[in-house]
């Protein structure tokens, strides 16, 4: 048995098989072949014996695996020691959680040695590799070398006992449990005071966001990357909406609109949409009649035209004014002549350009089809009905505008009998200040009678259209400009969907804004998911509504987080914009005291942390969310002349147009564009549109968090700032930080030092607001990359900001392109128990220019470098200056006494070829890029080798042997910060 087994080992060799995958396959075999018992008996099981009964405890796995790894000619041990396993801290969704408490307690497990990688565990239990919680005793050829005690004893009466136990002596926060739950109590309890407050105080405040997601699937494909749409990420959020809408509205409607649509992307995004009334009453009764976009229903055109019939009688319209609309054939069989002679049309490649996939769809069905049925629509209020009118066209028939988009997208409304200004009767919009009635309910909707309407001789272009597309149908519904009539439409709309026995697509234009109903939408950006959240009233509201958002984007497998090639942890890649206002714009705190902006405005711009602490890796002046003072020089001696024209604690003093006009201006970024600001008024009070005046104030520059926890910590600072604010306005003169507000907060050291100074305000205040809730912030901002210890001189190493410098313009594929330069990195450089008299601390050789903490030989410094050469970046010539080797130097013995050296990619120069598979691999890449040694002055070679160190590769360091003192020039513009590039010349010279 035992040699059809090693058979078995052999043929697992594959002529492409490396080392690793071997051992895996090896690992997995073992594990595969018994079944996992508990054995009370002493002893280990011999092989045949265990092959034989095909099962065994871990000794009997392991003994077996040592002497099959040892048949096939690799050397093998048996290790005995203690298995730990720790609680996790969310759920598994693929495979186990492990343990539901922490445990521990005896194993036993295999190690093989690798050359050039030492001893490598493999524990064939669980089919797995050895990790951190395999804590091994004795490691001995054979089993009964690894028994604690041997030999023999008279019989006697003492009792024997054990007890494994674990117990946790520290955790660091982490992004899957960023707190204690002691320290999230206190959290949930600031929150509830801070509640309080906002309520005693009147100020009706409600927050909202747009956080991102991003797939746990499929990371390496474009859509979750740059590519703003794909198929992938339409299924993952239309799986997400129908989990969200459960939680969040009763009776909703689910609606599929147009998004954004940007220069160079060939279609228009989509949109997803759950509205639902605020009154509790239903829009939609029955969610069986809305269709799943992800499923087809085989539907076609005979589906479409009874649709069409069918609403046109509820609505008591003449039938024969539903027109068929169809295709252009001209075009298309001119864009059939263009097919190269040696493709056939009517192939169906989704690989082939959007127009050739359209065309071959078309010429499959037929060009004399028709592909949608259109009903112009309008509500007449003086008749309080429905009415419809009668398209004429030169050609007779409805000719669709050429495209791959909706085909309400797509009408030819300039073929359409000409349309005089002055017959023209647009509804105004409904002003959302103006008070709300109450909305009438389903039933009261039904019971309402038309008249029956002649076509309307006034012609008018809004219409509904009934559409079938892949097997589905799709009502793409007209602008109405007032939500009664909108949700008036709805009623007949299920209505007819229920008469016929089917299930259809709302979609088309969004319903008019208005305050009594609410709605969340989910949309693509480019490589991630992004909902509007919609915005809730009160701390426990606000609580649910993201625990509920990040707990179901996990169950449809979206994540917060992702991983670099090289293993940085980094948020989704896009934001976490925060908005807040009022439950109706009149309740806006912004606009009833726009003093409350000022000293918002004012508080960021003292304390730089807040702009940098919670931002996006893009920072600087051409970033999606610049701080007020990285633009225009004399931004902030406008800003202090603006501020003059605001009262403190005058509510309602300040015309809501003026507020907007006083900042519109001045909130922008240096192009003038005023969506991409820090603090973005783009929905506050501006005159042009009805949805431009909601009251709300968007905060950009915040990304997406890992944790919902974290999520709710962001909100809180915001909430008590504001609430602070409201009862004490902030009047200070604006800080010229000048070169130092990159100079020093990019490091976070001072950007530490600066959140202290917030955090007291807020103890002062009467917020009892704790640093240490801010250090899973800091942990995530600003990664820990490595220590060195020597004596009593500890030097650490931690990642800073470097802002992304915009390059000049380039000719691409799309026309021209401004690409950013992050060849460029920094990093923070921090020693404690320094004798500065005696020792110096070089990197590469040069002198680090050391800053004072104020703390008794504790010092800081940046440094910034060139990590990388891409083909175009702000200084093409200059060299990269990695790995980057710190050395602590003695001045007095001449030579180096420690040293570490940190790589920004595979210390061996490899390039990874995919993402890391989990944080896991991600973390052991950022591991293996960190040692704890490599002198560059006085370099003495190790006599042993330490076994802990597995299969590190090291780059070959050509640096000088020995220091001489010399004069180093530092700007004096940033004397924070030691810059590389400034010393590639005289490097090169050495």
Request: with cysteine.
């Amino acid at each position: 048995m035992f040699e059809k087994l090693v058979k078995e080992a052999q043929e697992l060799i594959g002529p492409e098989q490396n080392t690793i995958n071997y051992l895996v396959s090896l690992n997995q075999l073992i594990n595969q072949k018994l079944r996992y018992q508990i054995r009370m008996e002493h002893g280990v099981q011999a092989v045949e014996e265990s092959l034989s009964m095909l099962s065994g405890s871990c000794r009997d796995f392991a003994w077996l695996f040592v002497q099959l790894l040892r048949r096939l000619g690799l050397a093998a041990r048996f290790v005995s020691g203690y298995l730990i396993q720790l609680k996790g801290d969310q759920k598994a969704l693929d495979g186990p959680s492990g343990p539901d408490q922490d445990f521990t307690d005896l194993h036993a497990w295999t190690e093989i040695y690798v050359p050039g990688a030492g001893w490598i565990g493999l524990d064939s239990t669980s089919g797995l590799f050895a990790g951190e919680g395999h804590i091994p005793l004795a490691c001995t050829p054979d089993f009964q070398s690894a028994a604690p005690i041997s030999g023999l004893a008279e019989p006697c009466k003492t009792e024997f006992h054990f007890d494994n136990r674990v117990t946790r002596l520290e955790e660091k926060p982490r992004v899957t449990k960023p707190y204690t739950e002691e320290q999230w109590q206190r959290i949930v309890h600031v929150g509830k005071q801070v509640d309080q407050d906002l309520l005693n105080n009147d100020v009706r405040l409600t927050m909202g966001g747009e956080p991102t997601f991003v797939a746990i699937d499929n990371v390496e494909a474009a859509e979750w990357n740059s590519a703003a749409d794909g198929a992938h990420k339409r299924s993952l959020a239309n799986d997400l909406l129908y989990r969200l809408r459960d939680h969040f509205g009763k009776g909703t409607l689910i609606q599929v609109g147009q998004g954004k649509w940007y220069p160079g992307e060939p279609l228009p995004r989509w949109k997803l949409a759950c509205i639902w009334r605020k009154d509790s009453e239903s829009i939609w009764q029955n969610d069986e009649l809305l269709a799943d976009p992800s499923k087809h229903y085989g539907y076609g055109m005979n589906e479409a035209r009874k649709f069409a019939n069918k609403l046109s009688e509820f609505l008591r319209i003449d039938a024969s004014l539903v027109q068929p609309a169809y295709e252009d054939p001209f075009f298309f069989v001119w864009e059939e002549s263009k097919v190269p002679i040696n493709i056939d049309p009517l192939d169906l490649d989704l690989a082939d350009s959007l127009e050739r996939q359209k065309l071959s769809e078309l010429l499959q069905k037929g060009l004399n089809n028709p592909t949608a049925f259109v009903l112009p629509l309008q509500w007449d209020s003086k008749a309080k009905s429905w009415q419809s009118c009668s398209w004429e066209f030169r050609r007779k028939q409805l000719f669709l505008v050429p495209g791959n988009s909706p085909a309400g997208l797509r009408l030819p409304l300039d073929s359409i009998a000409n349309l005089e200004e002055e017959n023209t009767d647009v509804p105004p919009e409904k002003s959302p200040f103006a008070p709300d009635a109450s909305l009438p309910a389903i039933a009261e909707m039904k019971a309402r009678v038309y008249t029956s309407s002649k076509a309307s001789e006034t012609i008018f272009k809004t219409t509904l259209i009934v559409e079938c597309r892949e097997e589905k149908l799709f009502v793409f519904l007209p602008p109405i400009p007032y939500i009664e009539q909108f949700l008036e439409l709805v009623v007949w709309l299920e209505q007819a969907a229920s008469d016929l026995g089917l299930k259809i697509i709302v979609e088309g234009y969004d319903p008019p804004s208005d305050n009594r109903i609410n709605k969340f939408q989910i949309t693509p950006d480019p490589g991630v998911i992004e909902v509007n959240i919609h915005p809730a009233s009160s701390w426990q509201e606000l609580m649910r509504n993201y625990q509920i958002l990040y707990d179901e984007a996990k169950a449809s497998r979206l994540s917060t987080e992702k991983f670099y090639l090289d293993g940085r942890h980094t948020g989704t890649g896009g934001a976490n914009h925060v908005t807040i206002g009022g439950a109706k714009p009149a309740d806006s705190p912004l606009l009833r005291r726009p003093d409350l902006l000022k000293s918002m405005i004012t508080y960021w711009q003292h304390h730089p942390s807040l702009s940098y602490l919670f931002s996006t890796q893009f920072i600087g002046p051409t970033s999606q969310a610049p701080r007020v003072d990285e633009g225009r020089n004399e931004i902030l001696y406008e800003l202090e002349l603006a501020f003059q024209q605001i009262p403190d604690m005058q509510e309602n003093e300040v015309p809501y147009w003026l507020v907007d006009r006083i900042f519109r201006n001045l909130l922008v970024d240096v192009t003038g564009n005023t969506h991409r600001a820090e603090f973005c008024i783009d929905k506050l009070y501006s005159p042009e549109t009805q949805s431009g005046r909601l009251g709300i104030l968007e905060f950009r520059g915040f990304e997406m968090p890992p944790h919902y926890q974290m999520c709710m910590v962001q909100f809180l600072l915001i909430r008590a700032l504001i609430s602070w604010f409201w009862r004490e306005p902030y009047n200070h003169k604006l800080v010229r930080w000048g070169t130092s507000l990159h100079d020093r907060f990019l490091l976070p050291h001072y950007c530490q030092k600066d959140l202290s100074d917030v955090i007291a305000d807020l103890q002062k205040a009467g917020y009892a607001f704790s640093l240490s809730w801010f250090d899973p912030f800091f942990a995530f901002r600003f990664p820990f990359l490595g220590e060195l210890q020597v004596d009593d001189i500890h030097v650490e190493l931690k990642m800073g900001i470097e802002p992304w410098h915009v390059l000049g313009e380039e000719v691409s594929s799309g026309g021209t392109a401004r690409f950013v330069d992050s060849s460029l990195e920094r990093l923070q450089v921090k020693i404690k128990g320094l004798t500065d008299s005696r020792y110096i601390l070089l990197c590469n050789g040069f002198r680090i220019p050391l800053k004072s903490t104020g703390v008794q030989g504790e010092y800081v410094t940046g440094i910034r470098y060139k990590a990388w050469k891409p083909p175009s970046s702000l200084h093409p010539t200059i060299e990269v200056d990695t790995p980057l080797i710190i050395d602590l130097y003695d001045t007095w013995s001449k030579k180096s006494i420690g040293a570490c050296q940190y790589h920004v990619a595979h210390p061996g120069g490899r390039n990874y070829q995919t993402f890391p598979v989990n944080s896991y691999e991600a973390e052991a890449r950022r591991v293996s890029r960190f040692f704890d040694y490599g002198h560059t002055i006085e370099i003495a070679e190790p006599t042993v080798q330490n076994a802990i160190s597995v299969g590190r590769f090291i780059s070959k360091i050509t640096g000088s042997n020995e220091y001489h003192e010399s004069d180093q020039e530092f700007s004096p513009e940033f004397p924070n910060t030691m810059d590389l590039r400034m010393l590639s010349k005289r490097k090169n010279s050495k």
